[in-house]
């Protein structure tokens, strides 16, 4: 119990700390604020990582790349994946997730504003200007990081993957990396809201060429993605 308080006690605080100054950035130097927002995100995720006490291990980490647009693919077991990702990667990312987060009050407006992108699966429009954003910031040099299952597991296996971060490498012409990340389940379980001590363990794969890719490939690079992650899972990387 004492852990999980202090754990809490943390996120908070470096929540607090980092999106303040990034509130800062935004209003006084907006000319830098993209730059110094990218840092204030790596800075919070390991933060929280520690936080929690728990260690992060990135094996090939080289294969991460830098300089080029590419969507990361991952597994998603718990909150953690994306402290431990934030953290392995460190700068010049941004994360696709639900709409529900951009309605979160202060934290979800920061969320967006940082390079973050809210997609609202319900409305259309919404969703392909998303995509849109999602391909400009690609071309720009970042990595995009998407859970392809699209919810977290509550048991750990890996579940179907849906084909939108396959259906946006290819419209982009970019390399999809996948990568599984390990532990992260047990420092914090999906429905749970305890925290424990762990390692959470990033193992990168080799990037997936899609230059020459048509959206009639989606299914089949879906497939290709989903069976490496697998095997990173099962210690194959």
């Known amino acids: 119990m004492i852990r999980t308080i ?33 840092r204030l995100t790596g800075e919070w995720t390991s933060l929280c990582l520690r936080g929690a006490g728990a260690e992060l291990v990135v094996k090939h980490g080289e ?7 590419r969507i990361l693919v991952s597994n998603h077991q718990s909150w953690f994946d994306i402290f431990a ?42 969703a392909i ?16 990081i998407m859970f392809p299952e699209g919810t977290r597991s509550p048991t750990g ?4 993957f849906k084909k939108g971060a396959f259906v946006m490498a290819i419209k982009s ?10 532990g992260t389940g047990r420092i ?15 193992v990168v794969g080799n990037p997936v060429d899609t230059e020459g890719l048509t959206l009639k490939d989606r299914n089949r690079l879906a497939r290709k993605c989903r ?10 990387g």
């Open 6 to 38: 202090g754990a809490y006690a943390v996120m908070i605080a470096a929540t607090i700390y980092s999106g303040g100054r990034a509130i800062l950035y935004y209003f006084l130097w907006p000319r830098h604020f993209r730059r110094r927002a990218d």
């Open 63 to 69: 294969r991460l790349g830098a300089g080029r647009g």
């Open 85 to 126: 990702l934030g953290t392995a990667l460190r700068r010049r990312f941004s994360f696709v997730g639900k709409k529900e987060i951009s309605r979160i009050p202060v934290v979800g407006g920061a969320w967006e504003r940082v390079g973050n992108i809210a997609i609202d699966r319900s409305d259309r429009e919404a």
């Open 129 to 144: 200007a998303s995509l849109e954003r999602a391909d400009a910031l690609l071309r720009e040099g970042r990595t995009i």
């Open 157 to 160: 296996e890996l579940g179907r």
């Open 173 to 182: 012409q970019v390399p999809v990396v996948p990568v599984a990340v390990l």
């Open 188 to 202: 914090m379980k999906k429905g749970d809201w305890r925290v424990f001590p762990g390692t959470a363990t990033v």
């Open 227 to 236: 069976d490496e992650v697998f095997r990173l899972m099962n210690g194959e």
